[in-house]
């Protein structure tokens, strides 16, 4: 269904690139993948703790490798981790390894979403609405230099982002259009 290349989702804590990726993997009929969770696979234990253990540093070597790993050996649907992209060398490696859907959500819509998140290591601190600004601000441009298509996936359900997600990558000839897209004969 798709050129061979993974069809990779970045994007901030909570932007739904794990929810809409699982999603539209069944929908396409496409495998899905979530960096992370291979992350935590290779480490052992979870990425806050090690984070905490080892530092962001480490961390984002081993995200590298994976990341890596993934776009050169995954045909389907792949989450990144939200930093992923901090690294010029990812950024690079997503963009021209697969096709690249920013799922953009404004700091508030996210906040609204991961208020009683823990798991997240860069949102536990005193002001996490403040800290997803300082992220957003950060990272927005490098998601953009990075992806192929932008997506709001601030307000509308997972119905709806996913079924926005199918529409441009049809529009990009990524996938082929859908029978119910087509006019009729």
């Known amino acids: 269904m798709t050129s061979g290349k993974p069809i990779i989702l970045i994007g901030l804590p909570g932007s739904g690139k794990s929810s809409i990726g699982r999603r539209l993997g069944r929908e396409l009929d496409l495998p899905f993948l979530d960096s992370d969770t291979v992350i935590e696979e290779r480490i052992a234990c979870s990425i806050r703790d090690y984070f905490e253990r080892e530092g962001e540093v480490s961390f984002r070597d081993i995200e590298q490798s994976v990341i890596s790993e993934l776009v050169a050996t995954h045909c389907g649907v792949l989450a ?23 799922l953009r959500s404004s700091p508030e819509d996210l906040f609204r979403r991961l208020r009683h998140d823990v798991k997240r290591p860069l949102l536990q601190v005193d002001d996490p609405l403040g800290r997803l600004r300082q992220l957003y601000d950060v990272r927005d441009p490098l998601y953009r230099e990075t992806a192929h298509e932008v997506i709001d996936t601030g307000r509308p359900t997972l119905v709806m982002s996913v079924n926005l997600v199918v529409a441009q990558l049809e529009l990009a000839g990524i996938i082929p259009s859908s029978p119910q897209a087509r006019p009729p004969e």
């Open 80 to 102: 990144t981790g939200g930093g992923a992209i901090l690294r010029d060398i990812n950024r690079r490696t997503l963009r021209e390894g697969g096709h690249v859907v920013y």
